[in-house]
Nanobody, 115 residues
Framework: QVQLVESGGGLVQPGGSLRLSCAAS????????MDWYRQAPGKQRELVARISIGGSTNYGDPVKDRFTISRENAKNTVYLQMNTLKPEDTAVYYC?????????WGQGTQVTVSS
């Protein structure tokens, strides 16, 4: 059974930083592409960042040059380092992967950027 468990969310002031973690189980992590999505109230879920099995990365335009996705295969974990946070980054952040055509999501972690 595939499980994705996010952690690291919280309340941070504008300009601050957070690092999210997503621990995966039930999959061969080293061959799983991993993504971070986010969903703000009243908005559609959007792709934040993606990392391939080879380590190539892609980012959504709103977070380019501020967020960094990385993976640590030995720990079955993917990270999202978020710097220079803005109020518009406030959302629930979800970890995602796809295996054999099936989408798997974590439960989400809340990130709130506010003074």
């Amino acid at each position: 059974q595939v499980q994705l468990v996010e952690s690291g969310g919280g309340l941070v002031q504008p300009g601050g930083s957070l690092r999210l973690s997503c621990a995966a189980s039930g999959i061969t992590f080293s061959i799983a592409p991993m993504d971070w999505y986010r969903q703000a109230p009243g908005k559609q879920r959007e792709l934040v960042a993606r990392i391939s099995i080879g380590g190539s990365t892609n980012y959504g335009d709103p977070v380019k040059d501020r967020f960094t996705i990385s993976r640590e295969n030995a720990k079955n974990t993917v990270y999202l380092q978020m710097n220079t946070l803005k109020p518009e980054d406030t959302a629930v952040y979800y970890c995602h992967t796809i295996r054999r055509g099936v989408n798997y999501w974590g439960q989400g972690t809340q990130v709130t950027v506010s003074s």
